[in-house]
């Protein structure tokens, strides 16, 4: 049988969200869930499934019976939200994992997909990060509580992957940004949130912008449909028990693989270009007296290239559809203020 039927159930947990959006758009562009062919995409929205309350996502499993599942659903933030809401960041995304994962294995689904994230890593592993660097040093502590929620649904996708047979696979993203992105001004992370600063302050024609840090980290950023491009190729052909599949350096099947561009910038490289795109002409400053992060975070991404999927969209091209992206919604009323 094939990894991916077209006659699938396809559940994509967090299907409103701009990653969950990008797989379902990738999925669909696919040809799957169609029902002429036997195909769902089954995507509830918060209101229909609350992913935090374990007998409301049983009762779910029960009645829609899914096949395949995607957890792509999360409580995310920046710097600051990880901050000041750790114990959110730490004890939602565990019980969102717990609650799909435990019961996508109880009601048989055939195949999981666990979208992590490239925070699981140390701060200072060594560079580009490969997938052995996971636990092999301190995490970065402005992120640590996200982090650790998300290494923990890695190894439980990798647990019982390994006592029960349930074929989960992983997939690390770096730090992505596009359509249905979070553009809140307290709770976002740094490219919405430096497009929605600039494009307001061209707006309102202020003389500075003041960013957080020192603009000297690196960064690597993903579009949202690479992403979903990414997990509908590991979907339908990353197998890691096939004997070709990728290997640790020990000779390992590998349970998760990063995904990126292995290409990035500094933070003051990016502020500069956002500031170019959006037309604003003032100052930017920097406060170095808040926190940078991990210095430098570009994901070795050579396990899935050599499978055969490649990133399409360079940031030169995305990063304009960003700010077209935040334009709309804000034109339409769709964001905070």
Same mark, same amino acid.
């Given at each position: 049988?094939?990894? #991916?039927?077209?006659?699938?159930?396809?559940?994509?947990?967090?299907?409103?969200?701009?990653?969950?959006?990008?797989?379902?758009?990738?999925?669909?562009?696919? /040809?799957?869930?169609?029902?002429?062919?036997?195909?769902?995409? #089954?995507?509830?929205?918060?209101?229909?499934?609350?992913?935090?309350?374990?007998?409301?996502?049983?009762?779910?499993?029960?009645?829609?019976?899914?096949?395949?599942?995607?957890?792509?659903?999360?409580?995310?933030?920046?710097?600051?939200?990880?901050?000041?809401?750790?114990?959110?960041?730490?004890?939602?995304? #565990?019980?969102?994992?717990?609650?799909?994962?435990?019961?996508?294995?109880?009601?048989?689904?055939?195949?999981?997909?666990?979208?992590?994230?490239?925070?699981?890593?140390?701060?200072?592993?060594?560079?580009?990060?490969?997938?052995?660097?996971?636990?092999?040093?301190?995490?970065?502590?402005?992120?640590?509580?996200?982090?650790?929620?998300?290494?923990?649904?890695?190894?439980?996708?990798?647990?019982?992957?390994?006592?029960?047979?349930?074929?989960?696979?992983?997939?690390?993203?770096?730090?992505?940004? /596009?359509?249905?992105?979070?553009?809140?001004?307290? /709770?976002?992370?740094?490219?919405?949130?430096?497009?929605?600063?600039?494009?307001?302050?061209?707006?309102?024609?202020?003389?500075?912008?003041?960013?957080?840090?020192?603009?000297?980290?690196?960064?690597?950023?993903?579009?949202?449909?690479?992403?979903?491009?990414?997990?509908?190729? &590991? #979907?339908?052909?990353?197998?890691?028990?096939?004997?070709?599949?990728?290997?640790?350096?020990?000779?390992?099947?590998? &349970?998760?693989?990063?995904?990126?561009?292995?290409?990035?910038?500094?933070?003051?490289?990016?502020?500069?270009?956002?500031?170019?795109?959006?037309?604003?002409?003032?100052?930017?400053?920097?406060?170095?007296?808040?926190?940078?992060?991990?210095?430098?975070?570009?994901?070795?991404?050579?396990?899935?290239?050599?499978?055969?999927?490649?990133?399409?969209?360079?940031?030169?091209? /995305?990063?304009?559809? &960003?700010?077209?992206?935040?334009?709309?919604?804000?034109?339409?009323?769709?964001?905070?203020?």
């Amino acid at each position: 049988m094939a990894l #991916l039927n077209s006659n699938d159930q396809i559940f994509i947990a967090g299907a409103r969200g701009m990653a969950g959006g990008a797989i379902a758009r990738a999925l669909a562009n696919a /040809g799957y869930g169609k029902s002429a062919r036997d195909g769902a995409l #089954l995507t509830p929205s918060r209101t229909d499934l609350n992913l935090l309350d374990a007998r409301a996502v049983n009762n779910w499993f029960e009645a829609n019976k899914p096949t395949i599942v995607v957890l792509a659903a999360a409580t995310v933030g920046g710097i600051q939200a990880n901050t000041t809401r750790p114990a959110d960041f730490l004890l939602q995304n #565990l019980q969102i994992e717990t609650n799909v994962i435990e019961t996508a294995w109880r009601h048989g689904v055939r195949r999981l997909l666990f979208l992590g994230s490239s925070c699981i890593y140390p701060k200072f592993s060594e560079q580009p990060i490969r997938e052995e660097s996971l636990l092999n040093g301190s995490l970065e502590p402005t992120n640590e509580w996200y982090a650790i929620a998300k290494i923990a649904g890695i190894k439980l996708g990798e647990a019982l992957r390994l006592q029960h047979g349930f074929d989960v696979i992983s997939l690390m993203p770096t730090n992505l940004y /596009g359509p249905g992105d979070n553009y809140d001004p307290t /709770g976002s992370h740094v490219l919405p949130a430096m497009i929605r600063r600039f494009q307001e302050a061209t707006d309102q024609n202020l003389k500075s912008v003041t960013c957080w840090g020192s603009g000297t980290p690196l960064r690597e950023f993903l579009h949202a449909d690479d992403l979903g491009s990414a997990c509908l190729f &590991a #979907l339908e052909n990353w197998d890691p028990s096939h004997p070709s599949a990728p290997k640790d350096d020990q000779g390992k099947p590998l &349970a998760f693989l990063n995904v990126g561009t292995g290409f990035d910038l500094s933070i003051k490289e990016l502020a500069e270009q956002v500031a170019r795109i959006v037309g604003y002409k003032g100052s930017i400053e920097w406060d170095a007296s808040k926190p940078d992060g991990t210095p430098k975070k570009q994901l070795n991404v050579s396990r899935l290239t050599n499978l055969g999927w490649t990133p399409k969209i360079p940031l030169e091209q /995305g990063l304009p559809l &960003a700010i077209e992206d935040f334009r709309q919604r804000r034109s339409m009323g769709l964001l905070r203020s």
